[in-house]
Protein backbone atom coordinates (compact mmCIF):
# COMPACT_ATOMS: atom_id res chain seq x y z
CA UNK A 1 0.00 0.00 0.00
CA UNK A 2 1.54 3.56 -1.33
CA UNK A 3 0.17 6.04 0.54
CA UNK A 4 0.94 10.07 -0.19
CA UNK A 5 -0.14 12.66 2.28
CA UNK A 6 -0.52 16.49 1.12
CA UNK A 7 0.31 18.43 4.64
CA UNK A 8 1.09 21.13 6.80
CA UNK A 9 0.80 22.69 10.28
CA UNK A 10 0.15 21.13 13.54
CA UNK A 11 -3.05 19.69 11.89
CA UNK A 12 -0.87 18.11 9.41
CA UNK A 13 1.22 16.59 11.75
CA UNK A 14 -1.47 15.07 13.65
CA UNK A 15 -2.99 13.75 10.94
CA UNK A 16 0.20 11.85 9.65
CA UNK A 17 0.83 10.53 12.93
CA UNK A 18 -2.86 9.12 12.86
CA UNK A 19 -1.74 7.34 9.45
CA UNK A 20 1.30 6.17 10.41
CA UNK A 21 -0.46 4.40 13.36
CA UNK A 22 -3.74 2.81 11.08
CA UNK A 23 -1.19 1.53 8.65
CA UNK A 24 0.85 -0.29 11.56
CA UNK A 25 -2.45 -1.42 12.56
CA UNK A 26 -3.57 -2.52 9.34
CA UNK A 27 -0.45 -3.55 7.67
CA UNK A 28 2.05 -4.42 10.64
CA UNK A 29 5.63 -5.50 9.62
CA UNK A 30 6.41 -7.07 13.26
CA UNK A 31 8.37 -5.25 14.25
CA UNK A 32 5.90 -1.97 15.80
CA UNK A 33 6.04 -0.66 11.67
CA UNK A 34 3.92 -1.29 8.87
CA UNK A 35 4.95 -2.87 5.43
CA UNK A 36 2.89 0.72 4.10
CA UNK A 37 5.10 3.06 2.34
CA UNK A 38 3.54 6.74 3.58
CA UNK A 39 5.46 10.05 1.92
CA UNK A 40 4.12 13.10 3.23
CA UNK A 41 4.81 15.96 1.03
CA UNK A 42 5.15 19.20 2.59
CA UNK A 43 3.68 22.79 2.85
CA UNK A 44 7.08 25.57 2.37
CA UNK A 45 5.52 28.85 2.11
CA UNK A 46 5.80 29.59 5.81
CA UNK A 47 9.60 28.82 5.50
CA UNK A 48 11.90 32.05 5.93
CA UNK A 49 15.30 33.38 6.81
CA UNK A 50 15.56 35.08 10.25
CA UNK A 51 18.55 35.64 12.10
CA UNK A 52 21.06 34.82 9.61
CA UNK A 53 19.34 30.64 9.72
CA UNK A 54 16.77 29.16 7.68
CA UNK A 55 13.38 28.05 9.43
CA UNK A 56 10.96 25.63 7.98
CA UNK A 57 8.48 25.54 10.71
CA UNK A 58 5.81 22.97 8.95
CA UNK A 59 8.45 20.97 8.04
CA UNK A 60 9.94 20.86 11.54
CA UNK A 61 6.67 20.02 13.15
CA UNK A 62 6.43 16.93 11.02
CA UNK A 63 9.94 15.74 11.81
CA UNK A 64 9.37 16.40 15.51
CA UNK A 65 5.59 15.15 16.12
CA UNK A 66 6.92 12.01 13.91
CA UNK A 67 10.00 11.71 16.46
CA UNK A 68 8.28 12.00 19.39
CA UNK A 69 10.17 14.92 20.78
CA UNK A 70 7.88 17.59 20.15
CA UNK A 71 6.16 20.48 22.91
CA UNK A 72 2.72 18.42 22.96
CA UNK A 73 1.60 21.31 25.58
CA UNK A 74 2.24 24.09 22.80
CA UNK A 75 1.58 21.93 19.53
CA UNK A 76 4.73 23.20 18.03
CA UNK A 77 8.65 22.94 18.93
CA UNK A 78 10.64 20.86 20.86
CA UNK A 79 10.03 19.20 24.44
CA UNK A 80 11.92 20.23 27.31
CA UNK A 81 13.00 23.72 25.23
CA UNK A 82 14.94 26.73 26.62
CA UNK A 83 15.86 29.57 25.31
CA UNK A 84 18.58 31.22 26.37
CA UNK A 85 19.93 31.77 22.93
CA UNK A 86 16.50 33.74 21.80
CA UNK A 87 17.04 35.75 24.94
CA UNK A 88 20.62 36.95 24.08
CA UNK A 89 19.43 37.80 20.85
CA UNK A 90 16.83 39.77 21.91
CA UNK A 91 19.63 41.69 23.78
CA UNK A 92 21.65 42.08 20.65
CA UNK A 93 18.60 43.57 18.84
CA UNK A 94 18.46 40.56 16.31
CA UNK A 95 15.80 38.54 14.55
CA UNK A 96 12.15 39.52 15.94
CA UNK A 97 11.23 39.59 19.61
CA UNK A 98 7.65 37.63 19.12
CA UNK A 99 8.99 34.96 17.50
CA UNK A 100 10.74 32.97 20.05
CA UNK A 101 13.22 30.54 19.06
CA UNK A 102 14.43 27.54 21.36
CA UNK A 103 17.54 26.25 22.06
CA UNK A 104 17.32 22.65 20.54
CA UNK A 105 14.96 23.93 17.44
CA UNK A 106 17.88 26.41 16.53
CA UNK A 107 20.34 23.66 16.41
CA UNK A 108 17.92 22.26 13.50
CA UNK A 109 18.02 25.51 12.11
CA UNK A 110 21.47 26.15 12.50
CA UNK A 111 22.36 22.23 11.02
CA UNK A 112 19.95 23.33 7.70
CA UNK A 113 21.53 26.13 7.43
CA UNK A 114 25.26 24.97 7.32
CA UNK A 115 24.03 22.07 4.92
CA UNK A 116 22.60 24.54 2.87
CA UNK A 117 25.66 26.85 2.60
CA UNK A 118 27.54 23.87 2.07
CA UNK A 119 25.55 23.34 -1.28
CA UNK A 120 22.62 20.48 -0.30
CA UNK A 121 19.23 20.83 -1.83
CA UNK A 122 15.96 21.48 0.72
CA UNK A 123 15.16 17.93 -0.14
CA UNK A 124 18.63 16.76 0.44
CA UNK A 125 18.74 18.82 4.00
CA UNK A 126 14.98 17.12 5.07
CA UNK A 127 16.32 13.47 4.13
CA UNK A 128 19.43 13.88 6.36
CA UNK A 129 17.38 15.22 9.39
CA UNK A 130 14.91 12.33 8.98
CA UNK A 131 17.82 10.27 8.96
CA UNK A 132 18.36 10.84 12.57
CA UNK A 133 14.91 9.53 13.86
CA UNK A 134 12.89 6.29 12.74
CA UNK A 135 10.20 8.39 11.77
CA UNK A 136 8.41 5.43 9.22
CA UNK A 137 7.17 7.99 7.10
CA UNK A 138 9.00 9.85 4.13
CA UNK A 139 9.03 13.54 4.10
CA UNK A 140 9.38 15.64 1.46
CA UNK A 141 9.34 19.67 0.64
CA UNK A 142 6.96 20.48 -2.02
CA UNK A 143 9.69 22.29 -4.24
CA UNK A 144 13.35 22.82 -3.57
CA UNK A 145 12.54 26.42 -4.52
CA UNK A 146 12.25 29.24 -1.83
CA UNK A 147 8.88 30.01 -2.06
CA UNK A 148 8.02 32.41 1.27
CA UNK A 149 4.52 33.69 1.30
CA UNK A 150 3.99 37.09 1.74
CA UNK A 151 0.67 38.74 2.97
CA UNK A 152 -0.53 41.61 1.65
CA UNK A 153 -2.78 43.61 4.41
CA UNK A 154 -4.81 46.38 5.27
CA UNK A 155 -3.24 48.78 7.96
CA UNK A 156 -4.62 52.45 8.68
CA UNK A 157 -1.26 53.27 10.47
CA UNK A 158 0.55 53.18 7.40
CA UNK A 159 0.64 55.41 4.18
CA UNK A 160 -2.18 54.22 1.53
CA UNK A 161 -3.21 51.85 4.23
CA UNK A 162 -1.23 48.71 3.10
CA UNK A 163 1.49 47.11 3.37
CA UNK A 164 3.58 43.62 2.69
CA UNK A 165 4.67 41.86 5.54
CA UNK A 166 6.19 37.89 5.42
CA UNK A 167 3.07 35.52 6.45
CA UNK A 168 4.52 34.39 10.00
CA UNK A 169 4.69 38.03 10.86
CA UNK A 170 1.30 38.21 10.04
CA UNK A 171 0.40 35.03 11.61
CA UNK A 172 2.39 34.81 14.52
CA UNK A 173 2.55 38.84 15.90
CA UNK A 174 -0.65 39.80 15.09
CA UNK A 175 -2.44 36.60 14.77
CA UNK A 176 -4.23 37.39 11.59
CA UNK A 177 -5.50 40.19 12.93
CA UNK A 178 -4.83 42.55 9.87
CA UNK A 179 -6.89 42.03 7.48
CA UNK A 180 -5.34 39.85 4.49
CA UNK A 181 -5.91 41.39 1.12
CA UNK A 182 -3.81 38.95 -1.16
CA UNK A 183 -0.79 35.91 -0.38
CA UNK A 184 1.40 35.77 -2.71
CA UNK A 185 4.44 33.11 -3.03
CA UNK A 186 7.78 34.22 -3.90
CA UNK A 187 9.33 32.70 -7.17
CA UNK A 188 6.44 30.21 -7.16
CA UNK A 189 6.10 30.43 -11.02
CA UNK A 190 9.76 29.09 -11.69
CA UNK A 191 9.31 26.57 -8.72
CA UNK A 192 9.23 22.92 -9.63
CA UNK A 193 8.33 20.21 -7.23
CA UNK A 194 11.25 18.46 -5.59
CA UNK A 195 12.78 15.06 -6.36
CA UNK A 196 10.65 12.21 -5.79
CA UNK A 197 7.20 14.23 -5.35
CA UNK A 198 6.17 13.76 -8.51
CA UNK A 199 6.57 9.93 -8.71
CA UNK A 200 4.96 9.41 -5.30
CA UNK A 201 1.49 10.96 -6.65
CA UNK A 202 1.28 9.18 -9.71
CA UNK A 203 2.39 5.61 -7.91
CA UNK A 204 0.25 6.34 -4.87
CA UNK A 205 -2.64 3.83 -4.15
CA UNK A 206 -4.38 6.72 -2.55
CA UNK A 207 -3.21 10.62 -2.10
CA UNK A 208 -5.16 12.12 1.38
CA UNK A 209 -5.22 16.19 1.51
CA UNK A 210 -4.87 16.53 5.59
CA UNK A 211 -7.03 19.16 7.55
CA UNK A 212 -4.51 22.01 7.09
CA UNK A 213 -4.69 25.29 5.96
CA UNK A 214 -6.22 25.18 2.47
CA UNK A 215 -4.66 28.56 1.23
CA UNK A 216 -1.39 29.02 2.97
CA UNK A 217 -0.63 25.36 3.59
CA UNK A 218 -2.32 23.12 1.30
CA UNK A 219 -2.81 26.47 -1.62
CA UNK A 220 0.77 26.29 -1.60
CA UNK A 221 1.38 22.89 -2.34
CA UNK A 222 -1.43 23.03 -4.67
CA UNK A 223 0.63 26.51 -6.64
CA UNK A 224 4.59 24.60 -6.93
CA UNK A 225 3.76 24.59 -10.92
CA UNK A 226 3.15 20.95 -12.42
CA UNK A 227 1.67 19.65 -8.99
CA UNK A 228 -1.58 20.00 -9.91
CA UNK A 229 -1.07 18.23 -13.27
CA UNK A 230 0.30 15.28 -10.96
CA UNK A 231 -2.86 15.08 -9.05
CA UNK A 232 -5.17 14.88 -12.26
CA UNK A 233 -2.78 12.64 -13.58
CA UNK A 234 -2.77 10.49 -11.13
CA UNK A 235 -4.62 7.12 -10.51
CA UNK A 236 -5.23 7.28 -7.16
CA UNK A 237 -8.63 8.85 -5.54
CA UNK A 238 -7.75 11.90 -3.69
CA UNK A 239 -9.68 11.62 -0.82
CA UNK A 240 -9.64 15.42 1.43
CA UNK A 241 -10.49 15.66 4.68
CA UNK A 242 -12.26 19.45 6.09
CA UNK A 243 -10.43 21.53 8.48
CA UNK A 244 -13.67 23.15 9.47
CA UNK A 245 -16.04 21.67 11.86
CA UNK A 246 -19.35 23.14 12.63
CA UNK A 247 -18.71 26.74 10.99
CA UNK A 248 -15.22 27.14 12.70
CA UNK A 249 -11.49 26.28 12.62
CA UNK A 250 -10.26 23.15 14.25
CA UNK A 251 -7.06 25.36 15.05
CA UNK A 252 -5.36 28.76 13.92
CA UNK A 253 -6.80 31.12 12.18
CA UNK A 254 -7.70 29.85 9.18
CA UNK A 255 -10.95 31.73 8.66
CA UNK A 256 -8.84 34.57 8.10
CA UNK A 257 -7.26 33.49 5.14
CA UNK A 258 -10.33 31.73 3.50
CA UNK A 259 -12.35 34.84 4.10
CA UNK A 260 -9.01 36.82 1.98
CA UNK A 261 -9.81 34.64 -1.05
CA UNK A 262 -13.51 34.96 -0.30
CA UNK A 263 -14.24 31.36 0.82
CA UNK A 264 -16.57 30.87 2.96
CA UNK A 265 -15.53 29.26 6.45
CA UNK A 266 -17.73 26.22 5.73
CA UNK A 267 -16.50 22.68 5.08
CA UNK A 268 -18.78 22.72 2.23
CA UNK A 269 -17.07 26.01 0.95
CA UNK A 270 -13.40 24.05 1.51
CA UNK A 271 -14.80 20.79 -0.85
CA UNK A 272 -15.65 23.40 -3.27
CA UNK A 273 -12.89 25.83 -3.58
CA UNK A 274 -11.08 22.65 -3.85
CA UNK A 275 -13.45 21.53 -6.44
CA UNK A 276 -14.10 17.67 -7.80
CA UNK A 277 -11.35 16.15 -9.87
CA UNK A 278 -14.14 15.26 -12.05
CA UNK A 279 -14.76 18.75 -13.19
CA UNK A 280 -11.09 19.70 -13.27
CA UNK A 281 -10.69 20.09 -9.28
CA UNK A 282 -8.71 18.37 -6.76
CA UNK A 283 -10.59 15.68 -4.65
CA UNK A 284 -12.47 12.68 -5.50
CA UNK A 285 -14.07 12.36 -2.01
CA UNK A 286 -14.13 14.60 1.07
CA UNK A 287 -14.82 13.79 4.72
CA UNK A 288 -16.78 16.03 7.10
CA UNK A 289 -17.70 15.80 10.74
CA UNK A 290 -20.84 14.40 11.85
CA UNK A 291 -21.61 18.29 12.86
CA UNK A 292 -21.32 18.59 9.04
CA UNK A 293 -23.53 16.07 7.78
CA UNK A 294 -26.56 18.12 6.31
CA UNK A 295 -23.50 19.58 3.98
CA UNK A 296 -23.05 15.76 2.23
CA UNK A 297 -25.98 15.76 -0.12
CA UNK A 298 -24.91 18.72 -1.84
CA UNK A 299 -21.54 17.55 -2.08
CA UNK A 300 -22.50 14.35 -3.36
CA UNK A 301 -24.86 16.00 -6.08
CA UNK A 302 -21.62 18.10 -7.36
CA UNK A 303 -19.39 15.67 -8.23
CA UNK A 304 -17.90 14.77 -4.77
CA UNK A 305 -18.21 11.27 -2.75
CA UNK A 306 -19.05 12.69 0.76
CA UNK A 307 -19.52 11.19 3.90
CA UNK A 308 -19.36 12.58 7.82
CA UNK A 309 -17.25 10.82 9.92
CA UNK A 310 -15.30 12.26 13.57
CA UNK A 311 -12.79 14.64 12.58
CA UNK A 312 -11.81 15.79 15.90
CA UNK A 313 -8.30 14.21 16.73
CA UNK A 314 -8.46 14.55 20.19
CA UNK A 315 -4.97 11.46 20.70
CA UNK A 316 -3.59 9.20 19.00
CA UNK A 317 -7.12 6.79 18.48
CA UNK A 318 -8.75 9.56 17.40
CA UNK A 319 -6.46 10.20 14.68
CA UNK A 320 -5.66 6.88 13.60
CA UNK A 321 -9.67 6.07 13.24
CA UNK A 322 -9.83 9.46 10.96
CA UNK A 323 -6.69 8.23 8.88
CA UNK A 324 -8.56 4.75 9.06
CA UNK A 325 -11.78 6.08 7.42
CA UNK A 326 -9.95 8.01 4.58
CA UNK A 327 -8.15 5.35 4.10
CA UNK A 328 -11.95 3.43 3.68
CA UNK A 329 -13.00 5.56 1.21
CA UNK A 330 -10.25 5.83 -1.09
CA UNK A 331 -9.61 1.76 -0.72
CA UNK A 332 -13.64 1.78 -1.49
CA UNK A 333 -13.59 4.36 -4.46
CA UNK A 334 -10.36 2.50 -6.12
CA UNK A 335 -11.87 -1.00 -6.06
CA UNK A 336 -14.67 0.66 -8.24
Not at 97 to 108: H, I, K, Q
Request: glycine share 12%.
Amino acid sequence: MRITVLAGGVGGSRFVRGVREECARRWPDGNGGTTASVTVIVNTGDDLWLAGVRLSPDFDSLLYSLAGVNDTERGWGRAGESERVAAELREWGVGWPWFTLGDLDLGTHLARTSWLREGATPSEVAARLQSRWPLGVRLIPATDTEVDTDVDVADADVPGGERTMHFQEWWTRYRAALPAIAFRQRNIERALPAPGVVEEILGADVVLVAPSNPVVSIGTILAVPGMREALAETSAPVVGISPIIGGKVVRGMADACLSAIGVATSAEAVARHYGARASGGLLDAWLVDEADAAAVASLEASGLHAASVPLWMHDLDTSAALAGAALDVGTSLRAH
